[in-house]
């Protein structure tokens, strides 16, 4: 991948921020809140995230098909 300027998505806490800033911390997958975040704990925010996108991704898949059968 190459490093633009797009945003890029916090793995933490999936806030939406710039990246490279000059001055600013964040690296490529953690946006400058998280990178201040001891890295076990953000290994927790990381997997409550993702379990939030999946959510989402569910909840959205439940509203386009609201009468989809489930197993
Ligand atoms: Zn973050």
Same mark, same amino acid.
């Given at each position: 991948? @190459?490093?633009?300027? =797009? @945003?890029?998505? &916090? =793995?933490? &806490?999936?806030?939406?921020?710039?990246?490279?800033?000059?001055?600013?911390?964040?690296?490529?997958?953690? &946006? /400058?809140? &998280? +990178?201040? +975040?001891?890295? /076990? $704990? !953000?290994? +927790?925010?990381?997997?409550?995230?993702? !379990? +939030?996108? %999946?959510? /989402?991704? %569910?909840?959205? !898949?439940? %509203? /386009?098909?609201?009468?989809? @059968? $489930?197993?």
């Amino acid at each position: 991948m @190459p490093s633009g300027e =797009r @945003p890029r998505t &916090c =793995r933490a &806490c999936g806030k939406k921020f710039e990246y490279p800033i000059k001055g600013s911390a964040a690296t490529r997958h953690h &946006c /400058e809140d &998280c +990178v201040a +975040v001891p890295a /076990e $704990t !953000r290994k +927790v925010l990381e997997r409550l995230s993702s !379990r +939030v996108t %999946q959510l /989402e991704n %569910q909840l959205r !898949r439940l %509203q /386009e098909k609201p009468a989809a @059968p $489930t197993a």
